[in-house]
């Protein structure tokens, strides 16, 4: 299966400011995913990245508190933006390739403060 | 869109004890069901899955079944093992576009 690098693992933010979390894979993949998981929940889709143009946003979340960018087909960002201290989760991308099983990366563990 | 449901929400079985982990899903166009495991801290990965072709699947221990019917499937763990413990997680997809999960089911395993 594909090796999937999430970064950072983990961080600790002022409200207010912005991070950028990156996942990379070791190979082309056909989809991405980017996931939050709240301190003992499921996981909720937040958007599929899509390469080359716009991401698809599940019914919650919007681009302009969670802007995705998909240059090629290895790599991608989310960006949790003005952040306050109900965006503390772990953010988790995934792939999947074709009709093979999701994936998923580490995950970044973020606490606003 | 898809709903998945996942029951129970906490099992505690003894070592060497068989478990059963259930869910439905409510889109009947759904046809890719994956269960993943979840230690502490750690990513979801997955131990098995099975497509709406097949009614069963078994990797050692561990077994899958799917009711397209009643819409529903289990994972079956057996002889369970202190290293089972663990939070478990089903999914449903329709063709790999997107995945919906449950809400997950905390396993004990006593020793």
């Known amino acids: 299966s594909a090796v999937i690098s999430q970064k950072p693992s983990r961080d600790i933010c002022q409200r207010g400011t912005s991070l950028t979390i990156q996942c990379q894979v070791d190979?082309?993949?056909?989809?991405m995913f980017w996931y939050r998981q709240q301190p003992g929940q499921s996981l909720t889709l937040i958007a599929t990245?899509?390469?080359?143009?716009?991401?698809?946003?599940e019914s919650g979340f919007v681009i302009d508190k969670f802007p995705i960018s998909r240059p090629n087909l290895t790599f991608s960002t989310l960006t949790v933006s003005n952040m306050s201290p109900e965006d503390s989760s772990i953010y988790l991308c995934?792939?999947?390739?074709?009709?093979?099983?999701?994936?998923f990366g580490d995950g970044t563990r973020l606490s606003i403060l | 869109g898809e709903n998945v449901e996942q029951h129970p929400s906490t099992l505690s079985v003894q070592e060497g004890d068989s478990a059963v982990i259930k869910c439905t899903y409510s889109?009947?166009?759904?046809?890719?069901f994956p269960w993943y495991k979840q230690e502490l801290g750690k990513r979801p990965q997955l131990i098995i899955d099975?497509?709406?072709?097949?009614g069963e699947k078994k990797d050692q221990r561990i077994a899958v079944t799917l009711n397209k019917t009643a819409k529903h499937f289990s994972l079956h763990i057996t002889e369970t093992q202190p290293e089972d413990s663990a939070v478990y997680f089903c999914?449903?997809?329709?063709?790999?576009?997107?995945?919906?999960f449950g809400s997950g089911t905390k396993l004990n395993v006593k020793p």
């Open positions: 190979s082309q993949v056909t989809m």
């Open positions: 099975i497509r709406s072709n097949v």
């Open positions: 889109d009947s166009a759904s046809n890719y």
């Open positions: 999914a449903a997809s329709k063709d790999f576009n997107k995945f919906y």
């Open positions: 995934s792939v999947v390739d074709g009709y093979q099983p999701q994936h």
């Open positions: 990245a899509n390469q080359g143009s716009e991401a698809t946003y």
